[in-house]
């Protein structure tokens, strides 16, 4: 008892000699404080620098000058310690640590930006986005907690997270044969999320067609409307999915073009996604979207929900379950 008690006076010496005047204090939260005022913009003028990799076409996009896009680098090189360009005869290219950075302070920029225009909030801790357009267009999405798929109505939901499990995310496992043609599968590349197989009893084939589903293997995403920084949060869940082999299940209501006419019809659906791997080894992503009237999402008029229509709807028969018995 002697020792705990020596032990804890050391370290209350070690605190009291670790305190500071309270006016140093104060004027480290100012240097923070006056810091965070130019952080936004300093982070802007490297993500658009490390675009166009051409100064004077930063300059003109962010409507600045040579030497503050020149003194924002300059000001987070010496922040984080490290440098974020090299330039050679006037040409502007990430380093290796540069192009660490950049993902995040893209996010940065897209998450304060819809924080700001109050697109994105969470609900119970869980992320809450959301987008409504002048045309009367929007897109609201909530992540729920994994538990709820034990408690769905929706066998499938069980089903795929089973299998999934069982077969350790390998796509042409055995285990995923029963619940593939349910899932959408993606890869990520460098045009972005791409479409490499639709399963025939995919809600996508279900809505848009066969031939349209076809025709669509191989493309990247196409961008809705919202803009990029709204297309960078759609993107978040997915490279969280993936790149952590994990899972998310999310709510979702939007409005979606017919294939007949192109209007715009409303859809509400659950989605499960889950970081998965193809046969080489590299990272794919599975998505199962099924069409539900029981979704909740914070702040969504109730009303709007709609109730899914027999054609489009995913139907899996308990009966074909293995891992649900």
């Not at 069980?158 to 499990?165: F, G, I, K, N, P």
């Not at 082999?245 to 006419?261: G, K, M, N």
């Not at 009303?303 to 899914?308: D, E, T, Y």
Request: aromatic fraction near 8%; glycine fraction near 8%; include cysteine.
């Amino acid at each position: 008892m002697k020792n705990v008690a020596l032990l804890g006076d050391l370290f209350t010496i070690h605190a009291m000699n670790r305190m500071v005047d309270p006016s140093d204090t104060s004027e480290a939260i100012k240097k923070t404080a006056d810091s965070h005022g130019l952080l936004h913009e300093m982070i802007r003028s490297f993500t658009t620098l490390a675009r166009t990799l051409n100064l004077s076409h930063a300059v003109k996009e962010l409507g600045s000058t040579r030497q503050t896009v020149r003194r924002h680098i300059a000001q987070l090189e010496e922040a984080k310690g490290e440098a974020l360009f090299t330039v050679e005869d006037r040409q502007y290219q990430l380093t290796e640590a540069g192009e660490r950075a950049l993902p995040e302070a893209q996010g940065i920029l897209a998450r304060g930006n819809a924080w700001l225009n109050s697109n994105v909030s969470h609900v119970h801790g869980l992320q809450l986005f959301s987008s409504v357009l002048p045309d009367g267009w929007c897109f609201w999405q909530q992540q729920h907690s994994l538990g709820r798929v034990w408690d769905s109505p929706s066998c499938l939901q069980r089903e795929t997270l089973r299998s999934w499990a069982m077969a350790g995310g390998d796509i042409e496992s055995p285990h995923m044969e029963h619940v593939r043609p349910y899932l959408i599968v993606y890869r990520h590349t460098i045009a972005g999320w791409i479409c490499v197989e639709f399963g025939e009893e995919s809600f996508f084939v279900k809505w848009f067609g066969w031939a349209k589903a076809r025709s669509s293997v191989g493309r990247s995403l196409g961008r809705m409307p919202g803009g990029d920084d709204f297309a960078r949060m759609l993107d978040e869940p997915f490279h969280e999915v993936q790149t952590t082999q994990s899972l998310r299940l999310d709510h979702v209501f939007t409005l979606v073009p017919s294939e007949a006419d192109g209007t715009l019809k409303p859809v509400n659906y659950q989605r499960l996604m889950l970081g998965g791997r193809f046969p080489d080894g590299s990272l794919a992503l599975y998505s199962l979207v099924e069409p539900s009237s029981d979704i909740e999402i914070f702040g969504l008029d109730h009303g709007k929900i709609v109730q899914p229509s027999a054609d489009i709807m995913v139907n899996f028969d308990p009966a074909d379950a293995k891992f649900e018995r």
